[in-house]
């Protein structure tokens, strides 16, 4: 007679996978950085008559500078819907 030895299935070969991949992943995640965008700083300024949304871009837009985004930066921080402002509204300016 033959006699066959049976294998025993262990679960040293998962664990030993396990414990390289985290020796391998741990630094790698530890070691990358999450920034956080700066707090956009504002300036609050009053429509006049004859101020347009353009012309208040523009005036704050630094030199070389792209007013259209300006333009747009203002629209968005104080949720106007067009380009419509009025003599005395309070507009808050990306500086």
Avoid: C
Avoid at 65 to 79: C, L, R
């Amino acid at each position: 007679m033959i006699s066959r030895k049976r294998r025993r299935f262990t679960l040293m070969p998962a664990v030993a996978l396990v414990g390289l991949s985290a020796l391998v992943t741990v630094p790698v995640l530890s070691s990358s950085h999450l920034y956080a965008a700066a707090p956009e700083r504002l300036t609050t300024i009053t429509v006049h008559t004859g101020d347009s949304l353009w012309s208040l871009a523009s005036e704050h837009t630094g030199a070389g500078g792209n007013v259209q985004e300006t333009v747009d930066k203002i629209a968005s921080v104080n949720h106007l819907q067009g380009a419509v402002i009025i003599p005395g509204q309070r507009l808050q300016i990306p500086e």
